[in-house]
């Protein structure tokens, strides 16, 4: 016993096989016994109808009379559940319009009376009467058995739904820990690198669930430790940054010199980048709200690309409304949505819209430019990540500005949308609760 039960225990797909052949031979065992007994009971009840029949069927003749009375026959064989045939050279009557068996096709078995015999047709028994010139023809409307073996069918099949539905049962159950992994892997995906999976099973997916949770276990190591090192490098470089601007400005005016002030200048913006992004993806991160009209907000951070050759259109309703935001972030986020509109707007006008929904406000940046392919529209908002890798830094970025949006929208219960078709241009949508989920309010 101990030999079969170990690899029960620890193997899935010895359980399932044991289920799935036990239900395979339960499922025949039923099926083989309700055909056995049907059969059965059938043999027996023929065997009996001619001893029922000789008992009634002089009766009956003489009810309905030769030449018949065929108002008399339906009433008979309506009252006694008959069926009823009547044939002579000119006449083929019927009480069931059914007329399931062929009695012109049955066969002599043996004589009952002078008049009477009994015949055979389909496994069947039939009682055929010659009287006054006419034929008549007696048996049951339908068999006797049949109530019988419709129950027993009935039955079989009862039984055998029963056990599909049990395998079904143990089946869900097995698999409930797939579904735990599911959750899990999807979690994970998700960024939930804290989720764990809880299982006790000693099978393979036992084995699988501490291998996702020790999966997770290393990519939360090796993202805290990059994140570590990033921040680190980030402020060290700050400070030799710091040292090329002032040394910057005691050299003379020249091309060069403004050259290496804007590479100076696009360093210490992606240096301020990485470290916000970080500081977001912190879940100990606290945004700082207050009060802000927010279409009047988005207006004033709008007028500083009023030099855009495409030309802005601004769309803000009459009716301004207050939502509480961390000011600088949404600043940040809103300057980055209009740099990408304004980097890939191919000089067409861009549309900034405003809308407020219920207790959510809607901001909706357009551009008419080259459009971002299908397949990088899921990772285009991953850091890092350009569309087109030939892009030069001036017109592709550092691949951190969508990724900040999301960042900065998300932590305020938010969400940022990108749909684009090529050559036709990119919608970003951002939604903004009117509070955000956690916060210290600004007094």
Request: aromatic residues 8%; glycine residues 4%.
């Amino acid at each position: 016993m101990i030999t079969l039960v170990e690899p029960v225990n620890k193997s899935l797909f010895f359980r399932l096989f044991l289920i799935f052949g036990i239900t395979l031979v339960l499922f025949l065992i039923i099926i083989f016994a309700s055909l056995q007994l049907t059969s059965n009971e059938r043999d027996n009840a023929i065997e009996t109808i001619p001893d029922y029949f000789t008992r009634n069927v002089e009766s009956v003749i003489q009810d309905i009379g030769a030449p018949p009375n065929l108002g008399n026959a339906m009433r008979l064989a309506n009252e006694l559940d008959w069926t009823i045939n009547i044939r002579n050279p000119i006449m083929r009557w019927s009480s069931d319009a059914e007329n399931r068996l062929n009695v012109d096709a049955s066969q002599y078995l043996e004589t009952l009376t002078t008049e009477a015999e009994r015949r055979t047709i389909s496994n069947e028994d039939i009682i055929m009467v010659k009287r006054g010139g006419y034929d008549f023809y007696f048996y049951p409307r339908s068999m006797n058995d049949n109530n019988f073996t419709y129950f027993v069918l009935y039955i079989g099949l009862t039984l055998a739904a029963l056990v599909l539905f049990i395998n079904y049962l143990m089946v869900n159950k097995l698999l409930d820990p797939v579904r735990l992994l599911k959750e899990g892997a999807e979690r994970i995906e998700k960024g939930d690198l804290n989720f764990r999976v809880k299982s006790n099973r000693q099978d393979e997916l036992g084995e699988l669930t501490e291998s996702i949770n020790h999966m997770a276990d290393s990519l939360q190591s090796m993202l805290e430790a990059k994140r570590q090192l990033l921040m680190a490098i980030s402020h060290e470089l700050r400070t030799p940054i710091t040292k090329a601007k002032l040394r910057l400005e005691f050299m003379p005016t020249s091309k060069e010199k403004t050259q290496l002030r804007e590479d100076i200048d696009e360093i210490d913006l992606l240096i301020s980048d990485l470290l916000e992004a970080e500081q977001l993806n912190n879940e100990h991160s606290v945004l700082v709200a207050e009060p802000v009209e927010f279409a009047g907000f988005v207006k004033s951070i709008a007028k500083q690309f009023e030099t855009y050759e495409g030309g802005l259109k601004i769309d803000i309703p009459e009716e301004d409304e207050i939502f509480h935001l961390d000011k600088l972030r949404v600043r940040l986020l809103i300057t980055n949505l209009l740099n990408n509109a304004i980097r890939h707007g191919q000089a067409e006008p861009i549309l900034v819209k405003v809308s407020f929904d219920k207790d959510r406000v809607i901001l909706k940046v357009i551009d008419h430019g080259e459009g971002i392919p299908e397949k990088h529209l899921s990772q285009i908002t991953e850091p890092f990540y350009r569309a087109d890798s030939s892009r030069q830094r001036n017109t592709g970025g550092f691949g951190l500005g969508l990724y900040l949006c999301r960042l900065i929208a998300e932590a305020h219960g938010g969400s940022l949308l990108i749909h684009s078709e090529m050559e036709k241009g990119t919608r970003l949508t951002v939604s903004l609760p009117r509070h955000p989920p956690s916060s210290e309010a600004k007094q």
